[in-house]
């Protein structure tokens, strides 16, 4: 019930096109969902969250997709560009001090 | 500048050598957590404290310990009971109303 599942583990993207990640919860105690940019040698950064109260955000070119009863969420990346080459990871949190975390979709843009 | 400090950045250590960790905030943040990252399987909690003198085990404690005397300051010891310890090390921090964790940019431990 703890695991988030991330897929698909890797992708790669024409530059220019749209590039998904899906991530699927069973927790529903879970009330956060960050997704994090990851470059190789470098901490995780945060790019976008999503609270279940809506079922979409966007920022820029990034948008979370959320999916209640599905319990699923997915991140959009819009016109995708070769500096978006990374790992991203989400997560989920909900009632506690803890994370879950995906394990990762590592991104390729070719130009 | 705030944020969250790692040092040193490669380390390099001898099979059966205690080593540790430096993780520095200067964000106020009451909780701070460290992770271990290895190669497709994500971001594994070792640790977490929410508050000075308290912290939890996370998911894969055995091998670690830590100490958390200063908000600031959350250091992670490698003892020699770790079977595996060459992987980056992660560590980050979380304000006590926001949800947002931010992280460290690593540690990269390698044991020969």
């Known amino acids: 019930q703890q695991q988030v599942k991330q897929s698909p583990q890797s992708l790669i993207v024409q530059k220019g096109g749209i590039s998904i990640i899906n991530c699927a919860y069973e927790?529903?105690?879970?009330?956060?969902f960050p997704w994090y940019q990851q470059f190789p040698g470098k901490g995780p950064a945060l790019l976008i969250a999503?609270?279940?109260?809506?079922s979409e955000k966007k920022e820029g070119r990034f948008t979370i997709s959320f999916n209640k009863s599905a319990k699923q969420f997915s991140l959009h990346i819009m016109d995708s560009q070769p500096g978006d080459s990374a790992t991203y990871f989400c997560?989920?949190?909900?009632?506690?001090?803890?994370?879950?975390f995906g394990t990762g979709t590592r991104l390729k843009v070719l130009a | 500048d705030g944020g969250i400090t790692q040092s040193p950045k490669y380390l390099f250590r001898k099979e059966g050598q205690n080593v540790t960790l430096s993780c520095e905030q200067n964000?106020?943040?009451?909780?701070m957590y460290w992770y271990r990252q290895d190669p497709g399987q994500g971001l594994r909690l070792i640790y977490y404290?929410?508050?000075?003198?308290?912290?939890q085990k996370g998911d894969i404690a055995e091998g670690y310990s830590v100490s958390r005397e200063k908000k600031e300051s959350f250091p992670l010891t490698v003892t020699s009971a770790q079977k595996n310890p060459t992987a980056f090390y992660l560590c980050?921090?979380?304000?006590?109303?926001?949800?947002?964790?931010?992280f460290g940019p690593g540690t990269r431990l390698t044991v020969t």
């Open positions: 999503i609270r279940p109260d809506v």
């Open positions: 927790n529903t105690a879970f009330d956060y």
């Open positions: 997560a989920a949190s909900g009632g506690t001090y803890k994370y879950i």
């Open positions: 964000l106020n943040h009451d909780a």
């Open positions: 404290s929410q508050i000075v003198n308290d912290f």
């Open positions: 980050a921090s979380k304000g006590n109303k926001r949800y947002e964790q931010y």
